[in-house]
Every structure is written in structure tokens, then in C-alpha cells.
């Protein structure tokens, strides 16, 4: 390894470089431990501590203080969106569990396609996340950013009428699924915008039930892409756009998306991802299982340097492969902030 540089650059100071196709000191680094935090930092369940901007805040800025990670989350999980829509959100023992709006045969999928919006500023949590948003933005002074999260149309959908339900719609009842998409799409638009107005400087974009292991390349082009290029398009921010799984498949179409950083899931390789979409940053991949839950801080490290070595230190950003686990340890998370600053941007 490198030593360290001697110049000392803030988080946002990072993430600028290596938005603008450059380098700081070392790569930004971005464990996915929103719900994680929750875990270690609070002695209640994620729903319990996320229904409070306080609560959401003080767990994320003392999660950083003991990670040093480049990052401050503005929510514990990402079912406030579908339960702004009227979805029940229910604790269980393995984390928060949404239940469908509605469930049946796909042609029932025709009454959710009519139902109002939710409005950001008085609906369910989602006048919390955004209190959570204003409040770690005052804390952060701009030196750390706050990152905001939605799921993407497609997921939103499949939570409001089941995913199974909504991928029946694509051959048995295209018009419904074409209103559903574009009124979810019209909501995340509006709240989106409401993150950047409270202050989100990044925001993250989960769209995990349009994973190449559920649908075709050519049903994402057709009903995905252009969705999320509008939302992506009218957002004045940058955006992480994470989909899980083997997305080599999608990545042309990943790539034309908007989103200034593609997010890989632990399965792909960084650096053919790179030979395939050379223009967006790439984020990824730490293993959120075998390595930073199950593994030894020397299984983190080497996991670390194996995606520093594979996609180099210029547009990259370390994270890891999917949210990780509650029960990974601390040390496994330091390990990983450590072992990126260490090599800095790589050696000599």
C-alpha cells in the first residue's frame, strides 16, 4: 500500500473529484448501512427509530463517528414510499415488511393505478425523512453529503400490487401498467425534487425488482429506462442508480440512464463493468455477506483492495455490494474505511 497522502480531504471534497473524473486522497467510501446504523446505535427496531428525524440523525452521525465512512443517510429503510401510498409496514424478526396494497390477479392492479398521490409534506414518515434531511444537512455544514433514498418506479410498483402481479401486467395488461409506472414515476419525481429542496446533495436510487435475473434487457429498455431518465433528468443532484445482481446484461442501458454513478452488486466484475460503460462512476462491491458480515477483517481487507486494484482509484467510489446486514461487525465496517485510505490512490 501507498502511504497516506498528506493532503486530507473532506468527504464531499471526494466525492466532487471523482464525480469530475478525478481523484482526492483516496477513493470515497459508501457502506450501504443505513438500516445498520439502527442496529448498533439505537435500542429499538428500525421502524421505531426511523418514525423520528432525531432518532434517524443521531444514529447516522454516530455511526459515522465510529466508521469515518463517507456518507450521512437521511433513512433507516426504504418503505416509507409505499407507505406513504397506504402499504402496511409491519415489524419482523429478520427487519420492516411491507404488505401489498392490494394483492390478486393482475387486472386488480387497475384501481392502483388511479390512487392519489401522496403529499412529501404531510403523509405518513415522509415529512420525517425529509426533517432528516434538513438536519443532517445544518450538522453536516456541507462537508459530508446527505444522501436521500427512493426506490425506483418499477419496485415501488411491485410493492404496491406485488411483484409478481406486476410482471403479469407487462403481457396481459400493458395500458394498466403503463398508468401505474407513470403515476408512481410523477410521485418519486415530486418527492426527489422535496430531498434536493431540503437539502440532498446525492441521491440514491434502488431498483432492485428490475434485476436482469427478473426481467429481459428488452423489458428494461421498454418500461424501466425511460422512467428513470425522466426522474434522473429533472433531479438536480447526482444520483446512484443500484440494481441487484448480474446487471452485465443491462449496463448499456444502465449507462444512458442519467445516474453519475452505477452501483454493482458483489456478483459483477469491476473491471470488465468498466470496459462496458466507461462513462458513468462506478460504485461497488464489497461483499456485504461473506466479507463484512461473515468474514474476518483480513477477508475485508483483501475484498477491498481486490476493488480498488480492479476498478482503480479515478471515477470509483467503494461500496458495498448491497445494504449490509445488521449483525455485521464494527470492525469489519472500520476495516473497510481503513484499508481504502490506506492505499489512497494506489501504489507509488
Request: charged share 20%.
Amino acid at each position: 500500500m501507498s502511504s497516506f497522502p498528506r493532503m486530507i480531504c473532506s468527504p464531499s471534497q471526494r466525492f466532487s473529484a471523482v464525480l469530475q473524473g478525478g481523484s482526492a486522497d483516496s477513493v470515497p467510501v459508501l457502506p450501504l448501512l443505513a438500516g445498520w446504523a439502527a442496529h448498533h446505535f439505537s435500542g429499538d427496531s428500525v421502524l421505531e427509530t426511523g418514525s423520528d428525524a432525531d432518532r434517524i440523525v443521531a444514529v447516522q452521525i454516530k455511526a459515522r463517528e465510529a466508521l469515518d465512512h463517507d456518507g450521512l443517510f437521511a433513512y433507516l429503510d426504504p418503505l416509507y414510499i409505499p407507505e406513504a401510498f397506504g402499504c402496511r409496514v409491519r415489524r419482523t424478526a429478520a427487519g420492516p415488511l411491507v404488505e401489498p396494497l392490494i394483492s390478486g390477479p393482475p387486472e386488480t392492479a387497475a384501481s392502483v393505478a388511479e390512487i392519489s398521490l401522496p403529499d412529501p409534506r404531510c403523509t405518513a414518515r415522509l415529512p420525517i425523512i425529509l426533517g432528516a434531511v434538513r438536519k443532517l444537512t445544518a450538522y453536516s455544514q456541507g462537508q459530508v453529503p446527505v444522501i436521500g433514498l427512493f426506490e425506483g418506479p418499477f419496485t415501488t410498483a411491485g410493492r404496491l400490487i406485488e411483484t409478481a402481479a406486476l410482471l403479469r401486467l407487462i403481457y396481459r395488461n400493458p395500458p394498466v401498467l403503463e398508468r401505474l409506472l407513470d403515476r408512481v414515476s410523477d410521485f418519486l419525481l415530486h418527492f426527489g425534487q422535496a430531498l434536493v429542496e431540503n437539502g440532498a446533495q446525492i441521491l440514491l436510487i434502488p431498483e432492485p425488482t428490475a434485476s436482469s435475473s427478473m426481467i429481459s434487457p428488452r423489458v428494461f429498455a421498454e418500461w424501466v429506462l425511460p422512467r428513470l431518465q425522466r426522474i434522473i433528468r429533472n433531479l438536480d443532484r447526482p444520483c446512484i442508480l443500484h440494481i441487484c445482481g448480474d446487471t452485465a446484461p443491462l449496463l448499456p442501458s444502465l449507462a444512458v440512464s442519467g445516474a453519475r454513478v452505477l452501483s454493482l452488486d458483489q456478483c459483477m466484475d469491476l473491471r470488465k463493468s468498466r470496459e462496458k460503460a466507461p462513462q458513468p462512476v462506478l460504485g461497488g462491491n464489497v461483499d456485504p455477506v461473506n466479507s463484512l458480515w461473515l468474514g474476518s477483517v483480513e477477508t475485508v481487507k483483501q475484498d477491498v483492495l481486490q476493488c480498488l486494484v480492479s476498478a482503480g482509484t479515478k471515477k470509483f467510489i467503494l461500496m458495498s455490494g448491497c445494504s449490509i446486514p445488521p449483525q455485521a461487525p464494527g470492525e469489519n465496517l472500520r476495516a473497510m474505511v481503513q484499508t481504502a485510505r490506506e492505499y489512497g490512490l494506489g501504489p507509488g
